[in-house]
């Protein structure tokens, strides 16, 4: 594995809601840079950004030369990784890709920094940013599954519109003002239809049980990535996931409600216990559980409500929340970046 | 079981959010009626409402005299219900009571109506209504049951701030109005706790997981009703259900995502043609899901996203909803009273 002290970094997609969350996160944590480049589409090329690092001029991904870049964020929709990540690859950048173009691959590493570390260390070139519901999940389900070996999981999403981008979060913004005229329509049905350029459904005052788009036997690709993710990160493809994920009216923050089952059944206090120790984890009781709110703008990841399961018995049943921006993508991307700093 | 062709009715908690929707069901209903009295707390008596039986001066419950009630329904509150409902049935009034107080009591039936309605005919003078998200959830399982045999489930929640009454509504539109000052603040982190009386965290734009209260072995009220109601309704003790309740910030309309599992396993085509030929469901495909709003008003409770189980093979997992204050609450409180009523 190629590792660098302080390397000359690119971030790609660097106008979206991720792009920009990461150019903060690289700015508080006082990322080593040698250089910076930002890129995005024509749309947004030759704007000037201010940075930490002096301002900088806003890159046409489609015409950028990767030459000299050693780490490049991309996070501007799967299409694009698609398209450009094997090019920058090519030229010898160590690319993490924050869309779901490359996750499945078998030869590109997916990671969630806390959880695998030592996979990371066989990319060839393009390492793979899970999906920020997986994240959220992961990040309590990958300690359990260290100590007592995950087989099965029920996981039930509470995700808020930035999952969506910045479409998501503006139309939560006017459906949220059309329908404050008169809230009481939403009560007696009689509300009118405020429209939407992204959900099929208004998402203010309302969820949303379809987030993403049907592929197989019913379920939404992000239904799937739950799944599909869930087992190559923990290394174990025999891992029950049944996923149903559900958009809801928050800006930030995805909430994840879980039961797990495993090898060796755990103790509410002992799984606890885990979480409490784990890096990236705050475990909250019930006297505060923890809600999307509460995550949106840090970087942990918040557990509660761990208890042990009432059906099925010898579970573990529990409420995670992350900040989908963050831990759920930006800040994931650039902890992966850091693993591949020279230490 | 004593039955009634013109009733004299009472409404017991006549203001409140359910109350209210228990005056315009009866009304749209025609329901017969021989005369129609309104009860509420010391604090409302004495207020006129107008009703298509003409002004009634709300009496104050404490010194209500029940004679000459022959159904009342009673949705004031469970500590008001077990006060006054043994007093109403000790005078011969059939009561229908919407809390909690009741409803676990072995000589009490709890009736969904469409799901258990003979179980009515054995009432000793007080029948219970389910609890809102029970309701919602058992008018997809009831049917599925009878069909296949339900073994267990998973239930997890997002239930609208109505379920907490006018104070839930109240609060949800004030922390609205507080928080679209400066939406940008709820994505980083940086906001202000817009304080709030009912729930222990801010509602609005977020979700909190939990509703209700913590009793026992870490689960809510809320939470171990979804598990006893769910039993006692379908009559079989050994149903296992691992309940999650979250509140949401919608106004009216509780959603419910739940996987099932049956003794005689059902194909997605056959549990959905179950539901589509069940009373008071409508089956929404996944071309415009079943969302709370859509629920909102109407008296269906709408099922949709029905898919076979790809973790725990051999299940159904489904989305229902709601009008918590309707086919939750006053619609059914009605529909059992129908019930009651000579056919």
Same mark, same amino acid.
């Given at each position: 594995?190629?590792?660098?002290?302080?390397?000359?970094?690119?971030?790609?997609?660097?106008? !979206?809601?991720?792009?920009?969350?990461?150019?903060?996160?690289?700015?508080?944590?006082?990322?080593?840079?040698?250089? $910076?480049?930002?890129?995005?589409?024509?749309?947004?090329?030759?704007?000037?950004?201010?940075?930490?690092?002096?301002?900088?001029?806003?890159?046409?991904?489609?015409?950028?030369?990767?030459?000299?870049?050693?780490?490049?964020?991309?996070?501007?929709?799967?299409?694009?990784?698609?398209?450009?990540?094997?090019?920058?690859?090519?030229? !010898?950048?160590?690319?993490?890709?924050?869309?779901?173009?490359?996750?499945?691959?078998?030869?590109? &590493?997916?990671?969630?920094?806390?959880?695998?570390?030592?996979?990371?260390?066989?990319?060839?070139?393009?390492?793979?940013?899970?999906?920020?519901?997986?994240?959220?999940? $992961?990040?309590?389900?990958?300690?359990?599954?260290?100590?007592?070996?995950?087989?099965?999981?029920?996981?039930?999403?509470?995700?808020?519109?930035?999952?969506?981008?910045?479409?998501?979060?503006? =139309?939560?913004?006017?459906?949220?003002?059309?329908?404050?005229?008169?809230? /009481?329509?939403?009560?007696?049905?009689?509300? =009118?239809?405020?429209?939407?350029?992204?959900?099929?459904?208004?998402?203010?005052?309302?969820?949303?049980?379809?987030? !993403?788009?049907?592929?197989?036997?019913?379920?939404?690709?992000?239904?799937?990535?739950?799944?599909? =993710?869930?087992?190559?990160?923990?290394?174990?493809?025999?891992?029950?996931?049944?996923?149903?994920?559900?958009?809801?009216?928050?800006?930030?923050?995805? !909430?994840?409600?879980? /039961?797990?089952?495993?090898?060796?059944?755990?103790?509410?206090?002992?799984?606890?216990?885990?979480?409490?120790?784990? &890096?990236?984890?705050?475990?909250?009781?019930?006297?505060?559980?923890?809600?999307?709110?509460?995550?949106?703008?840090?970087?942990?990841?918040?557990?509660?409500?761990?208890?042990?399961?009432?059906?099925?018995?010898?579970?573990?049943?529990?409420?995670? /929340?992350?900040?989908?921006?963050?831990?759920?993508?930006?800040?994931?991307?650039?902890? $992966?970046?850091?693993?591949?700093?020279?230490?």
């Amino acid at each position: 594995m190629k590792t660098f002290s302080k390397p000359h970094v690119a971030v790609v997609g660097a106008t !979206g809601a991720v792009g920009t969350t990461m150019l903060s996160i690289l700015e508080e944590r006082d990322f080593p840079i040698a250089s $910076l480049r930002l890129m995005a589409s024509e749309r947004s090329a030759g704007r000037i950004v201010e940075t930490k690092w002096g301002p900088i001029v806003i890159e046409d991904l489609a015409t950028a030369d990767p030459s000299g870049i050693d780490i490049a964020l991309f996070s501007a929709g799967g299409a694009r990784s698609k398209q450009y990540a094997p090019k920058f690859a090519d030229a !010898g950048v160590a690319v993490i890709d924050n869309s779901s173009a490359f996750r499945m691959d078998d030869d590109v &590493p997916l990671v969630v920094a806390g959880v695998n570390d030592a996979a990371i260390t066989s990319h060839k070139g393009i390492v793979a940013n899970p999906n920020c519901t997986t994240m959220a999940l $992961l990040m309590a389900a990958g300690p359990l599954h260290d100590a007592a070996g995950l087989k099965s999981m029920i996981a039930t999403s509470y995700q808020s519109v930035s999952g969506s981008g910045k479409t998501g979060m503006d =139309e939560l913004e006017r459906q949220t003002e059309f329908f404050a005229e008169d809230l /009481s329509a939403l009560a007696s049905g009689d509300w =009118e239809d405020p429209g939407g350029d992204l959900y099929q459904r208004p998402i203010a005052f309302n969820v949303l049980p379809l987030a !993403g788009s049907i592929t197989d036997q019913g379920y939404t690709d992000e239904e799937w990535k739950l799944v599909n =993710e869930t087992r190559k990160i923990l290394d174990r493809q025999d891992i029950a996931v049944e996923p149903t994920c559900v958009r809801v009216p928050v800006m930030v923050g995805h !909430g994840i409600a879980a /039961s797990m089952w495993f090898d060796d059944p755990v103790s509410a206090d002992v799984a606890t216990e885990i979480l409490a120790s784990a &890096p990236g984890v705050q475990v909250w009781d019930d006297s505060k559980v923890p809600t999307p709110i509460d995550s949106a703008g840090i970087d942990d990841v918040l557990v509660g409500r761990v208890r042990e399961t009432i059906g099925f018995r010898g579970g573990i049943s529990l409420f995670a /929340s992350g900040d989908n921006l963050r831990k759920g993508a930006a800040l994931n991307a650039i902890e $992966l970046a850091e693993l591949l700093l020279e230490r």
